[in-house]
């Protein structure tokens, strides 16, 4: 299991292990995915001890700059440059480090991240880190403009707590109605803004009988109305059957 974090403390952690309710072996097999925001050694000193795996960016730009020393020889990745070093600083447990090299308007900027998985390569170690970028970005992006997340406010914090909560819900939901209903159509690229725009928003009428659905009409002259009545189809058969 992948979780994605952000900022740590000791009684978030505490608070943290109480919802995943995790046993010893779980959290061996658990794997935190974070970005530089949450990526201080006390942080990972947090996680560590609670036996969790790490797969994260470090915050610490002195540790950049000394780790960056060590390097030899950098292998280069699209418009970056890779290589592993031996760790510079103690976080309790054993660890692997990579150092990133990037230019920015003529300088060369360092990052490093810390892992304690044993993947195959520095090619293996870049993907499963941009899987974990890509994730964090697409889905908060997309709930701002597919769901009016940024849009919506409410007077009370309870009622934005609220909302916040529902928009959860809804992106979970579209999430699996996207796995089992869209994947294999041609509504397989759609993200959530199109699924909303595009697809739930026609026209149509839900027949129940005893409070079971047993029948779904779409407006015909909507261009989607066919192929959505497929994946549909495929849906309630997949979920609900």
């Known amino acids: 299991m992948c979780v994605f974090g952000c900022y ?17 072996k779980q959290r061996q097999r658990t794997v935190w995915r974070m ?23 470090g915050f610490s730009s002195s540790h950049a700059a000394a780790l960056a020393k060590q390097v030899s020889r950098w292998d ?12 510079t600083f103690d976080l309790g447990r054993p660890f692997r ?21 044993k993947l195959p390569s520095k090619m293996h170690f870049l993907a499963y880190y941009n899987d974990r970028g890509g994730v964090e970005t697409e889905q908060f992006r997309e709930d701002k403009s597919g769901l009016a997340m940024d ?19 809804a992106h979970n939901l579209l999430a ?22 595009d697809l739930l928003s026609m026209p149509g009428l839900l027949a129940f009988d005893d409070q079971k659905l047993v029948r779904v009409d779409l407006l015909s002259q909507k261009q989607y109305a066919d192929d959505l009545l497929l994946c549909l189809q495929k849906y309630y058969s997949e979920r609900f059957s």
């Open 8 to 24: 740590q403390s000791e009684r978030g952690n505490e608070l943290l292990n109480r919802l995943l309710e995790l046993d010893e």
């Open 176 to 197: 699996d109605f996207k796995h089992h209903a869209l994947v294999g159509s041609r509504f397989e690229g759609y993200g959530i803004k199109r699924i909303v725009r």
């Open 76 to 87: 280069a990745y699209a418009d970056t440059w890779f290589d592993e070093v031996e760790p």
């Open 151 to 169: 849009v919506r406010r409410k007077r009370s914090l309870q009622g934005q707590k609220g909302y916040i909560f529902l928009t959860d819900l």
């Open 35 to 57: 970005d530089g925001g949450g990526g201080s050694d006390a942080n990972f000193r947090l996680l560590l001890q609670q036996g969790y795996q790490l797969h994260a960016k």
């Open 97 to 117: 480090v990579f150092v990133q090299r990037r230019r920015k308007k003529e300088k060369f900027l360092h990052n490093y991240f810390v892992i304690t998985l």
